[in-house]
């Protein structure tokens, strides 16, 4: 499957700047010191890194031009030529037009650019000791220059600048500039509300008479507060990324595996314009691929059953997007076999003969639990496909993690529908802030169902404890404080009591509180290093007078009021969850790393990335790993070296390495096969497949 280079564009062109940028600043250094070996090394590993990711991206003018020129700083690092002015200035020539390509790339240029003959032809003759020029900018005509008006003299300026600045409108911001940022605007938020607070404490106790003083001061507050908010969603939007840049790759990997099941299925995949926080982004391919191979192979039915069931031959399975508020839904349709509740039954039993009489009486929603516990299966061969992916549990677990709920509809022979609510972004929340037993909590919007108040008397005693009917459904309901152990609590005299409906997993759950103190949208902040462990907790928040509120992990406080023990199938899994196999990318070129990663992640591998052979063998010593993918030309310890290490080092010899190389060499292909290297790819002839096969044929996955 051929790669879709848009996707990597951003990055070619942000790190092809830096190096071009590079270079322009070494080419100064060495116009002083122009035998500096250091230097020339430098030159040499830019202009293979910029030449290995231009040939990963298909630009293959640019290419020809890097690989043209790195020959000549080859020659003069082994002194077959001198250094001189002109080579340094040539190189400073080149990269000047090289600023200008990647500058139209920007603005969807193909690579190709007018100079390039030229620049061919005078590296050749630099090459061969002729005289060359080094100068590739256009000249204009003398004549025609007198005769230019003031307007077109002025065009001219504004092209001359544009050769050293491209207004690109954009800029590169870490992600963790943006949270800094909202940090500081959140204490300001919080200052707001103070301020606000004793502002009416200092109007009820004023008796002057001056209200218009206090009037105006209210609303000059109010305005700083909207003022505040509008900053706050714009920083916000700045992490933000539209949903379509994984929907298009998502449909081209899964329509390639369809068609390995013999099965025909019509996808509806839409473009969507909305946009959501890129930390979200990044995680949910692997959620959504999974969800919908759950689909192909669970749901989906072969063409003759589909016949008897007096349904199209051709199943069919949708993703579509929306957006309400600041919530995203991304919902996983197929109209396939739907999910047959007694075959859960019947599998749960097996598990868990000890909750025999629990399982026989579980409804649909009980029954629904079990699927996301770590391996479990209604199915007893695990086929390639569903032996693939990720399991239901730990889909379970990433939406935890990125503050989303799961809810699953299934109807038997009329199909399954996944529902995966989450948050536009990860930087602010809304919730909604409670009061039990005197303590402060923050329970997020999403989990929240309604909240009712209801008297004592409409409390149902049941064997396993109290339930309220909520719509004609029994809700079993706990008091937090079960769980939360106070070391005292006056029992409440009131007659009315305050519950909170929560859903989780398509389960219902009650919790009493004391008191609504009011609903809010927050800036959440992770738990101090001391509570990391401490699962109950989601983050925490601070109010107005700086006072910590810490967030309720609600999947877990549901657990420990009542569930399913999701660490009862351990054994299970073991014996039935596929490897998921870890892969170290190293490479000091950010496109290529970012290329390398996409493709293996795309299979289901684990993969971490190292930019040279020093900071591949710390991630060594951190983690294990079962593959490690590398290029050869590094800064500080390239490939040779790191692999040399890692066959002196008892815990890393046995573990196989794949060497890439911007072109072949037959001495190169020796050396890293008597280094001990398992394979050796030439990114020239770099394709999807020829580094998963070999990925695989290693792994013997």
């Given at each position: 499957?051929?790669?879709?280079?848009?996707?990597?564009?951003?990055?070619?062109?942000?790190?092809?700047?830096?190096?071009?940028?590079?270079?322009?600043?070494?080419?100064?250094?060495?116009?002083?010191?122009?035998?500096?070996?250091?230097?020339?090394?430098?030159?040499?590993?830019?202009?293979?890194?910029?030449?290995?990711?231009?040939?990963?991206?298909?630009?293959?003018?640019?290419?020809?031009?890097?690989?043209?020129?790195?020959?000549?700083?080859?020659h003069i690092q082994n002194n077959q030529m001198e250094i001189t002015t002109s080579s340094i200035q040539l190189l400073m020539g080149i990269s000047s037009v090289l600023h200008s390509v990647i500058n139209k790339i920007e603005d969807n240029g193909d690579g190709t650019f007018e100079e390039y003959d030229s620049i061919i032809e005078n590296i050749e003759k630099a090459a061969a000791g002729d005289v060359f020029t080094t100068d590739f900018s256009k000249k204009s005509d003398g004549i025609q220059e007198a005769s230019e008006n003031k307007n077109s003299q002025a065009s001219k300026i504004d092209e001359e600048n544009s050769e050293y600045f491209h207004d690109s409108q954009t800029i590169k911001v870490q992600i963790s500039q943006i949270d800094s940022i909202l940090q500081s605007l959140d204490k300001l938020i919080m200052r707001q509300i103070k301020l606000k607070t004793e502002i009416d404490n200092l109007?009820?106790?004023?008796?002057?008479?001056?209200?218009?003083?206090?009037?105006?001061?209210?609303?000059?507050?109010?305005?700083?507060?909207?003022?505040?908010?509008?900053?706050?969603?714009?920083?916000?939007?700045?992490?933000?990324?539209?949903?379509?840049?994984?929907?298009?790759?998502?449909?081209?990997?899964?329509?390639?595996?369809?068609?390995?099941?013999?099965?025909?299925?019509?996808?509806?995949?839409?473009?969507?314009?909305?946009?959501?926080?890129?930390?979200?982004?990044?995680?949910?391919?692997?959620?959504?691929?999974?969800?919908?191979?759950?689909?192909?192979?669970?749901?989906?039915?072969?063409?003759?059953?589909?016949?008897?069931?007096?349904?199209?031959?051709?199943?069919?399975?949708?993703?579509?997007?929306?957006?309400?508020?600041?919530?995203?839904?991304?919902?996983?349709?197929?109209?396939?076999?739907?999910?047959?509740?007694?075959?859960?039954?019947?599998?749960?039993?097996?598990?868990?003969?000890?909750?025999?009489?629990?399982?026989?009486?579980?409804?649909?929603?009980?029954?629904?639990?079990?699927?996301?516990?770590?391996?479990?299966?209604?199915?007893?061969?695990?086929?390639?496909?569903?032996?693939?992916?990720?399991?239901?549990?730990?889909?379970?677990?990433?939406?935890?993690?990125?503050?989303?709920?799961?809810?699953?509809?299934?109807?038997?022979?009329?199909?399954?529908?996944?529902?995966?609510?989450?948050?536009?972004?990860?930087?602010?929340?809304?919730?909604?802030?409670?009061?039990?037993?005197?303590?402060?909590?923050?329970?997020?919007?999403?989990?929240?169902?309604?909240?009712?108040?209801?008297?004592?008397?409409?409390?149902?005693?049941?064997?396993?404890?109290?339930?309220?009917?909520?719509?004609?459904?029994?809700?079993?309901?706990?008091?937090?404080?079960?769980?939360?152990?106070?070391?005292?609590?006056?029992?409440?005299?009131?007659?009315?009591?305050?519950?909170?409906?929560?859903?989780?997993?398509?389960?219902?759950?009650?919790?009493?509180?004391?008191?609504?103190?009011?609903?809010?949208?927050?800036?959440?902040?992770?738990?101090?290093?001391?509570?990391?462990?401490?699962?109950?907790?989601?983050?925490?928040?601070?109010?107005?007078?700086?006072?910590?509120?810490?967030?309720?992990?609600?999947?877990?406080?549901?657990?420990?009021?009542?569930?399913?023990?999701?660490?009862?199938?351990?054994?299970?899994?073991?014996?039935?969850?596929?490897?998921?196999?870890?892969?170290?990318?190293?490479?000091?070129?950010?496109?290529?790393?970012?290329?390398?990663?996409?493709?293996?992640?795309?299979?289901?591998?684990?993969?971490?990335?190292?930019?040279?052979?020093?900071?591949?063998?710390?991630?060594?010593?951190?983690?294990?790993?079962?593959?490690?993918?590398?290029?050869?030309?590094?800064?500080?310890?390239?490939?040779?070296?790191?692999?040399?290490?890692?066959?002196?080092?008892?815990?890393?010899?046995?573990?196989?390495?794949?060497?890439?190389?911007?072109?072949?060499?037959?001495?190169?292909?020796?050396?890293?096969?008597?280094?001990?290297?398992?394979?050796?790819?030439?990114?020239?002839?770099?394709?999807?497949?020829?580094?998963?096969?070999?990925?695989?044929?290693?792994?013997?996955?």
């Open positions: 499957m051929t790669l879709d280079k848009n996707l990597f564009i951003a990055d070619y062109i942000s790190e092809s700047r830096e190096i071009l940028d590079t270079l322009d600043d070494i080419a100064i250094k060495s116009m002083k010191d122009n035998r500096n070996s250091g230097n020339l090394k430098e030159i040499l590993r830019l202009l293979h890194t910029l030449k290995g990711s231009s040939r990963m991206m298909e630009f293959k003018q640019i290419e020809a031009v890097i690989n043209s020129l790195e020959n000549i700083f080859k109007k009820a106790q004023d008796n002057s008479g001056d209200f218009q003083a206090y009037q105006e001061l209210t609303e000059n507050i109010s305005v700083l507060e909207n003022q505040s908010v509008d900053i706050q969603k714009s920083i916000i939007s700045l992490r933000m990324l539209p949903f379509d840049i994984i929907l298009r790759p998502i449909k081209r990997s899964i329509i390639s595996e369809t068609l390995k099941t013999g099965k025909n299925i019509d996808f509806d995949i839409p473009q969507s314009e909305i946009t959501i926080d890129k930390a979200i982004l990044e995680k949910l391919p692997a959620i959504l691929v999974h969800l919908v191979r759950n689909s192909i192979d669970h749901g989906i039915e072969p063409i003759k059953e589909r016949k008897k069931l007096g349904k199209p031959e051709n199943g069919k399975i949708s993703i579509s997007v929306k957006q309400i508020s600041n919530r995203i839904f991304v919902t996983v349709k197929d109209d396939g076999h739907g999910i047959d509740y007694e075959k859960i039954r019947e599998k749960a039993l097996k598990i868990f003969p000890e909750r025999e009489s629990e399982i026989l009486t579980a409804d649909q929603n009980e029954l629904l639990q079990y699927i996301f516990i770590s391996g479990f299966s209604t199915k007893d061969v695990q086929t390639e496909l569903s032996g693939r992916g990720i399991g239901l549990d730990v889909v379970r677990t990433e939406m935890d993690k990125l503050k989303g709920k799961i809810t699953v509809s299934s109807e038997l022979n009329k199909g399954t529908t996944f529902e995966l609510s989450l948050p536009a972004s990860l930087a602010t929340q809304d919730g909604m802030f409670i009061q039990i037993s005197n303590n402060s909590y923050l329970i997020l919007s999403h989990y929240i169902k309604e909240v009712l108040t209801v008297s004592k008397d409409d409390f149902l005693r049941m064997q396993h404890g109290p339930v309220l009917n909520v719509h004609n459904e029994l809700v079993p309901i706990f008091d937090f404080d079960s769980i939360n152990e106070p070391a005292q609590k006056n029992p409440s005299t009131k007659n009315e009591i305050t519950v909170l409906i929560l859903e989780y997993l398509n389960r219902k759950t009650g919790i009493i509180v004391d008191k609504i103190l009011h609903y809010g949208t927050v800036v959440i902040k992770t738990v101090p290093p001391l509570l990391k462990d401490f699962q109950a907790l989601q983050g925490v928040v601070f109010d107005e007078n700086y006072r910590i509120i810490p967030v309720l992990n609600i999947p877990d406080t549901i657990r420990r009021f009542k569930g399913v023990n999701i660490y009862d199938a351990k054994k299970l899994e073991v014996k039935k969850m596929p490897k998921v196999y870890s892969i170290l990318v190293v490479d000091d070129s950010h496109t290529t790393r970012h290329i390398e990663q996409i493709i293996l992640e795309a299979e289901n591998y684990k993969v971490s990335t190292a930019v040279d052979g020093i900071d591949a063998l710390e991630k060594m010593k951190q983690h294990h790993f079962d593959l490690v993918v590398s290029d050869l030309k590094m800064p500080r310890m390239d490939g040779f070296v790191l692999l040399h290490n890692m066959r002196h080092k008892e815990e890393l010899k046995d573990i196989p390495v794949i060497m890439i190389s911007s072109v072949f060499e037959s001495d190169t292909l020796e050396k890293v096969k008597n280094l001990g290297a398992q394979g050796y790819i030439v990114k020239s002839d770099f394709e999807r497949e020829s580094l998963t096969a070999k990925v695989k044929e290693l792994l013997n996955d």
